[in-house]
């Protein structure tokens, strides 16, 4: 079975509103996540690093009040959308290192905004 | 800056032939590589990783090659089957095991495997 959770696997939303995604370690604990954002037909690019207990650290050109980022467990690791836009559609995807130092994604979240 | 990059966007192939996917990169301080699938819709499955003490790695059905001299990686499928067809990327981890960025993957651009029957 999956060992990360990511919920939900496909949100439409009205722009301006907000869309929280939830990504959760099923059987093992993870100080540290990850977020990436895939576009149609390209790669993942790395969003931010989700740090348990600690602001969250943000790449080059991700805007951190844009992309909140809560990581309140060993297991829980949020990423809020604030006031989306059209532009921010996209698949979202989280990760996170098990104890066999193995990295495992969820199975990511469609985000549309209208 | 540091990339990861394909040679071949996209790969065709028949049923029970073998494949054969190519990488680049660039950083020469990369230890650890990973092979990812990804299906439509879903997030990237896990095939097999290599560490750069090693230049070759197997699993069921894949092979994974290292060869550092030429920062190239590839992954070889035996025997491809239909089920197979999917985006395959390939990340690197430049920081080495323990490192504060261990984790940040960086992903190259995908091949689209395509497995006719």
């Known amino acids: 079975g999956a060992v990360v959770s990511q919920h939900p696997s496909r949100v439409i939303c009205k722009s301006g509103t907000s869309v929280k995604i939830e990504c959760r370690s099923l059987d093992f604990q993870a100080t540290t996540m990850f977020w990436y954002r895939q576009f149609p037909k390209q790669s993942l690019m790395l969003m931010a690093t989700s740090n348990e207990g600690s602001k969250a650290t943000y790449e080059q050109g991700v805007e951190k009040d844009k992309f909140l980022i809560n990581h309140a467990s060993l297991t829980l690791s949020t990423l809020t959308v604030t006031s989306a836009h059209p532009e921010d559609s996209s698949f979202y995807i989280c990760?996170?290192?098990?104890?066999?130092?193995?990295?495992?994604f969820g199975s990511g979240t469609q985000l549309s905004v209208l | 800056g540091e990339s990861v990059g394909l040679h071949l966007p996209t790969l065709s192939v028949q049923e029970g032939d073998n494949s054969i996917i190519n990488c680049a990169y660039s950083?020469?301080?990369?230890?650890?590589f990973i092979w990812y699938k990804q299906e439509s819709g879903k997030g990237p499955q896990f095939i097999i990783d290599?560490?750069?003490?090693?230049d070759k790695r197997q699993g069921q059905r894949v092979t994974v090659l290292l060869n550092k001299t030429v920062k190239h990686l590839s992954l070889q499928i035996a025997a491809t089957q239909p089920g197979d067809s999917a985006v395959y990327f390939c990340?690197?981890?430049?920081?080495?095991?323990?490192?504060?960025?261990?984790?940040?993957?960086?992903f190259g651009q995908g091949t689209i495997l395509t497995v006719h029957p």
């Open positions: 290599i560490r750069s003490n090693m």
């Open positions: 990340a690197e981890n430049g920081a080495g095991a323990g490192g504060t960025s261990y984790g940040k993957l960086t």
């Open positions: 950083n020469s301080a990369s230890d650890y």
């Open positions: 990760s996170a290192w098990n104890r066999g130092r193995k990295l495992f």
